[in-house]
């Protein structure tokens, strides 16, 4: 496990450089993409970078960690809104090869394994960028999710409901479920990015970095992945 600390403006562009390294060096590469305010600024370098020419998305597929249940696809704070508005819509990637769960469908136990039949057809994932939840989720695994889990219905927590709810117009309308790629679709990536920023996040990024690894603390199980990279800045790796 290899681990970056900087600033923000300096974890956002290493980042950034990952993924533009990985295109580069397989421009079909897959993707998998995570949401919410941490990978913001990759997003960000990653559009300077391919209007500077220095990437290219249009051989890329890209698989999505997870969204929410029950609100319209098109909702401000869906995250397949979210994906287009701070990277899809301003780079060349293809809508075919664009993979989003679906926040209604008709069958949530079809919408989960078609989701995974679509990343086997594409060989697996590459580069997964990961977030982490203020009680040690990545994508929606809440604690207790077994490692084995793949890409499944959840029960958000209240600790999610709550961190979460600001991204709506009120707490009432952040909904109570959601539908997540499982810890074994995420551990099966080649290649994971796990990025953490601020405060809150210090004692969490210790537990799951240097604690056991548990189903209590779903991110400690990337002690296990062969090929992490952790992006922290100053405040998120204050207690490393």
């Known amino acids: 496990m290899d681990i970056f600390i900087g600033d923000e403006r300096a974890c956002d562009e290493r980042g950034a450089q990952e993924f533009a390294k990985q295109i580069s060096s397989k421009p079909a590469s897959v993707?998998?993409?995570?949401?919410?305010?941490?990978?913001?600024?990759?997003?960000?370098?990653?559009?300077?970078?391919?209007?500077?020419?220095?990437?290219?998305?249009?051989?890329?597929?890209?698989?999505?960690?997870?969204?929410?249940?029950?609100?319209?696809?098109?909702?401000?704070?869906?995250?397949?809104?979210?994906?287009?508005?701070?990277?899809?819509n301003h780079v060349d990637i293809q809508k075919d090869n664009i993979n989003l769960l679906c926040p209604c469908p008709n069958s949530i136990d079809k919408e989960c394994m078609d989701f995974e039949a679509a990343i086997k057809a594409c060989g697996g994932i590459d580069l997964q960028i990961l977030?982490?939840?203020?009680?040690?989720?990545?994508?929606?695994?809440?604690?207790?999710?077994?490692?084995?889990?793949?890409?499944?219905?959840?029960?958000?927590?209240?600790?999610?409901?709550?961190?979460?709810?600001?991204?709506f117009e009120s707490p009432d309308q952040m909904p109570r479920q959601a539908i997540t790629m499982g810890i074994k679709t995420i551990m099966q990536a080649q290649r994971i990015i796990l990025m953490a920023k601020g405060q809150k996040k210090a004692q969490i990024i210790k537990e799951?970095?240097?604690?056991?690894?548990?189903?209590?603390?779903?991110?400690?199980?990337?002690?296990?992945?062969?090929?992490?990279?952790?992006?922290?800045?100053?405040?998120?790796?204050?207690?490393?």
């Not at 056991?212 to 992006?231: E, G, K, Y």
Request: aromatic share 10%.
């Open 31 to 88: 993707l998998g993409l995570a949401t919410g305010s941490t990978p913001e600024g990759i997003y960000e370098r990653l559009v300077d970078k391919y209007k500077a020419g220095q990437v290219s998305f249009a051989s890329v597929k890209t698989f999505n960690l997870d969204e929410y249940l029950g609100i319209p696809i098109n909702h401000v704070s869906s995250y397949s809104y979210y994906m287009y508005d701070k990277l899809f």
């Open 208 to 240: 799951a970095l240097t604690g056991p690894v548990t189903t209590r603390v779903p991110a400690s199980v990337l002690q296990l992945h062969p090929n992490v990279l952790v992006i922290l800045d100053r405040q998120a790796a204050a207690m490393l």
């Open 131 to 167: 977030g982490l939840g203020p009680n040690g989720h990545i994508g929606f695994n809440e604690p207790g999710t077994p490692f084995e889990s793949t890409t499944h219905l959840v029960e958000l927590t209240e600790s999610t409901i709550q961190a979460n709810s600001r991204f």
